[in-house]
């Protein structure tokens, strides 16, 4: 099975049709996997056009929630009222399904587990109940249902855990003050995600959230972990490829070139 993993995508319709899909086209994907600030706002009526192409996707289309996510809407209308698949995956109809933090996927012997929410940093700038929900923590009871299953191939999320630094962020002394008091949160967040990956030890993790491609080998105490981090829409590093075949998987990047699609 070969897996198109996509960075952020905030919602954003040219990216998805146009880079996304053109990409799944190209590279034969059976599957694409989103991970998280995909881009889930059904209260605003802009996002109507946005989430109508999710669900005419070429293939599958699955995606974890970020922060930047109406949350109330996804514990409402998704998780609470969602037809449930018998992957664990919420039918969003067309080919869009929503996949619940703690959910343990199989993709041809590649146990995948996926884990979505991250502390926004510009949190102070946001109104609560509009664009800003709690529910963007991943709580405790998520990273013991999360690590209950044991060991996972693959972790998916969109949060980092904690455990390296991030190549390529701004330094934390040029960011606006406003930002700059949320950072103490961020870091327990990774730390909140770092729970889970090292009770699940995986030996690749990709996230999102931080708009950053790169990618890392690193000894976390369980061995060698590939970790690969995607960027947002309208740059280069927003998506790679994840082959999975008899238990065993490969990674790729995939350079996107100079197109946007904001």
């Known amino acids: 099975m070969r897996v198109l993993l996509v960075g952020d995508t905030h919602g954003n319709v040219g990216w998805l049709e146009r880079v996304v899909y053109a990409a799944v086209q190209r590279h034969e ?40 996510e109406d949350h109330a809407s996804l514990e409402r209308d998704i998780i609470g009222a969602g037809a449930m698949t018998s992957d664990g995956l919420v039918d969003l109809a067309g080919n869009l399904s929503f996949v619940p933090r703690g959910t343990r996927v199989d993709l041809d012997g590649v146990t995948v587990l996926a884990c979505g929410g991250a502390h926004s940093i510009d949190r102070r700038a946001r109104t609560v109940g509009i664009d800003w929900f709690d529910g963007e923590h991943v709580s405790d009871a998520e990273v013991d249902r999360c690590t209950e299953g044991g060991p996972v191939d693959v972790f998916i999320c969109h ?14 002394r040029g960011l606006p003050h406003l930002w700059h008091v949320e950072l103490p949160a961020c870091w327990d967040h990774r730390r909140q995600i770092a729970r889970i990956t090292e009770q699940v030890e995986p030996k690749l993790v990709v996230h999102g959230h931080y708009h950053c491609g790169y990618q890392l080998n690193l000894d976390m105490g369980s061995g060698p972990i ?17 082959d999975c075949l008899g238990g065993s998987w ?9 197109e946007t699609g904001r």
């Open 250 to 258: 490969h990674i790729q990047r995939i350079p996107i070139g100079a």
């Open 29 to 68: 994907a059976d599957l694409i996997f989103q991970v998280g600030d995909f881009g889930w706002w059904p209260r605003i009526a802009t996002n109507d056009a946005f989430r109508a192409m999710a669900r005419r996707a070429p293939v599958p289309l699955w995606w974890i929630d970020g922060n930047h």
């Open 159 to 172: 949060d980092a855990p904690a455990g390296w630094t991030i190549p390529n962020l701004p330094s934390a």
């Open 226 to 242: 590939d970790i690969v981090g995607l960027s947002e829409d309208g740059t280069a590093d927003n998506l790679a490829l994840l």
